[in-house]
């Protein structure tokens, strides 16, 4: 295969395949019409997964950057801001919580304000005012703001159906994308093993230069097709099944929690994510540790009454990834390249990042995409690791005395590299300097909220230059003293804000 990449077809309409339609049409929109062409091709017989509803900030800038108002979005997918999670019970399973916030520590690159905090497990309160601002249930920012805008850092909450739905006009009204309803029967390949062209149910094939496998679990293309293994991650992480549901709030202006909320159970954990209409509740857990049925009986005692005449949808899953995500001239995007549990909400995020690596590439000749596929899959194989060391980290450190908590405190369990991370943190904490790589998914200070928050505690007295900038940490934890009532005087409820804000829009 030779010459430029003109032709890109996306095979499935969930979130990843038309995330990734918006963002390449997006990015090589022009008047004449002269960029790659994209067409979206999806079965109406395979459902999408429906659920995926917790964004990462990056969501900030992709809509953005694909030309969505932010209030169209609010409107359309029910969407709420979300500032960050609260996990509660992670520790040791009574009361205990922690933030992760979304808003870096005050003075963050300039000094590292842990070895300073007098207890390290109030890191994330005495570095930042966005856990009293989500306690508070306040919006991110005033109605003065302008959108996409705010004094804190957040993405949202989203109707996961209402998002593909919206993206989906977008792209055939505004970008120039090429809808197609039908299903993928097979697949032409070429002499050298590319693929030429998807053989469909009801119409001719489709032919294409680049193909984005966004056909989830199912990865057609990439895992069926180009027999890419699957690389599993479930002797680290051993969560394997899901329920999920939609809980309705008792009244119409009933409070919507800023954050998700992941309740730790006996042998997994509970999301909880408020959308202006509903809840999106669920209960992600190891199969090997508990049945089906004692996983409804945990997700109906978190729920309460409410719960009485709702049904739970089980969605079952693999934990890990392809061992290549680009394979000769296909792209697997979304969950056809990996999938682990959603606790940092970390699967839309990486959509993001592909397809506008995808899309930073183009129109190149298609003698050069070998280079391109190596370096994409290097990045991705790092993010990967990476993802999975986070994700470990929130068991890792656990007290909790079930056997599921056990086995994730125990050290043979841990990948190496997080293992050696550990080590290198008993004596100074999670720095920047850790976390340097450009692929970087994740700062320092998310590693250090999750990790002070479950109780670890670095020496740092062996580390006494940590220790001098005694004034300056003085004077920003005192600064945060000060913002940290400034936002709980200034900021609106969140609730309020949004019905406030759609009606002015
Ligand atoms: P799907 O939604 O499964 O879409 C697949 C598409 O491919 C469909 O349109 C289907 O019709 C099409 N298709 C399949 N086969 C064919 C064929 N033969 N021919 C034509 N079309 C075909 N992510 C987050 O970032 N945050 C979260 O909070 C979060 N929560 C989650 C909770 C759970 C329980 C699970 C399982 C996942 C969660 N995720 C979350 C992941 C997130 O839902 C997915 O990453 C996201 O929805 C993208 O899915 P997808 O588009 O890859 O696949």
Redesign the pocket.
């Known amino acids: 295969m030779q010459g430029p990449i003109r032709d890109i077809l996306i ?7 038309w995330l990734s339609a918006s963002i390449i049409a997006a990015h090589h929109k022009t008047e004449d019409g002269s960029g790659p062409r994209v067409t979206l ?3 109406s017989d ?10 990462w900030p990056t969501m900030r800038q992709t809509l953005r950057r694909i030309g969505l108002k932010e209030h169209d979005v609010f409107r359309t997918c029910h969407a709420a801001f979300k500032q960050g999670g609260k996990f509660a019970g992670w520790q040791h399973g009574k009361d205990d919580f922690y933030y992760h916030p979304f808003t870096v520590p005050l003075g963050y690159g300039k000094i590292d304000l842990a070895p300073y905090v007098d207890d390290v497990a109030e890191f994330a309160t005495a570095s930042n005012w966005q856990q009293h601002v989500c306690e508070a249930g306040l919006a991110p920012r005033s109605l003065g703001e302008r959108e996409y805008e705010a004094q804190c850092n957040y993405a949202y909450h989203v109707d ?1 159906g209402a998002l593909a739905d919206l993206l989906k006009h977008h792209c055939r009204d505004n970008l120039g994308v090429t809808h197609v309803v ?3 029967t097979g697949v032409e390949l070429s002499d050298d093993g590319s693929i030429r062209a998807v053989k469909l149910e009801q119409r001719d094939e489709l032919a294409a230069d680049l193909f984005i496998d ?5 990865s ?1 293309l990439l895992g069926k097709t180009l027999d890419v293994p699957f690389l599993s991650a479930d002797k680290y992480l051993f969560n394997d099944s ?1 329920l ?1 549901v939609h809980v309705p709030y008792p009244t119409d202006d009933a409070p919507i929690a800023c954050h998700t909320v992941a309740t730790a159970q006996n042998a997994g954990w509970i ?1 909880d ?1 408020g959308l202006t209409h509903r809840r999106g509740v ?1 209960h ?1 857990y190891a199969s090997e540790y508990l049945s089906d049925d004692e996983a409804a009986a945990n997700l109906r005692a978190y729920i309460g009454p409410a719960a009485k005449d709702l049904e739970f949808r089980k ?1 079952g ?1 693999r934990s890990g990834h392809r061992a290549e995500y680009w394979c000769k001239n296909c792209v697997a995007v ?3 390249g990996g ?1 682990v549990e ?1 606790l940092e ?5 990486l ?1 993001e990042i592909a397809a506008r690596y995808v899309a930073e590439q183009l129109p190149a000749s298609s003698d050069i995409m070998p280079i391109t596929a190596r370096r994409f899959n290097e990045q991705m194989d790092y993010r990967w690791r990476r993802i999975i060391d986070f994700l470990k980290l929130h068991y890792a450190l656990t007290e909790r005395p079930e056997p599921y908590w056990q086995a994730h405190a125990d050290p043979k369990g841990m990948p190496e590299s997080l293992r050696e991370d550990l080590a290198l943190w008993s004596h100074r904490g999670p720095i920047r300097s850790d976390f340097e790589s450009a692929a970087e998914l994740f700062p320092a200070a998310s590693y250090q909220c999750v990790a002070y928050g479950m109780g670890f505690r670095p020496d740092f007295r062996q580390q006494s230059h940590l220790l001098r900038d005694g004034d300056q940490a003085s004077r920003i934890i005192e600064r945060n003293r000060q913002l940290t009532q400034q936002m709980l005087q200034q900021l609106p409820s969140h609730r309020e804000y949004i019905n406030r804000w759609l009606a002015a829009a």
């Open positions: 095979v499935g309409g969930g979130t990843a395949g091709v999806e079965s395979v459902p999408t997964v429906g659920v995926g509803e917790g964004t996961a039908d299903t993928v966004c056909t989830g679990f199912a057609v899901a999920a999301w994510i669920g992600v969605i899953f979304g969950m056809s999938f959603p909400a970390t699967a839309i995020m959509i």
